[in-house]
């Protein structure tokens, strides 16, 4: 669930204190780092499916 990863990484789960240009920034990253561990975990479960 991406609302808890955003929490994990402290981005939601507490008041953003530094600037607010970066917000969308690390947002976005943090959101990239999870769709890439989702695709890596996707793609491992398919390689499985053909051994």
Do not use: P
């Not at 240009?21 to 890439?36: E, M, Q, S, T, V």
């Not at 561990?37 to 499916?49: F, T």
């Amino acid at each position: 669930h991406i609302n808890r990863r955003l929490k994990i990484f402290k981005i939601l789960a507490d008041r953003y204190r530094n600037r607010r240009k970066r917000f969308g920034l690390r947002f976005n990253l943090i959101a990239g780092l999870h769709n890439y561990e989702l695709r890596l975990s996707s793609a491992n479960e398919i390689s499985k499916g053909y051994e």
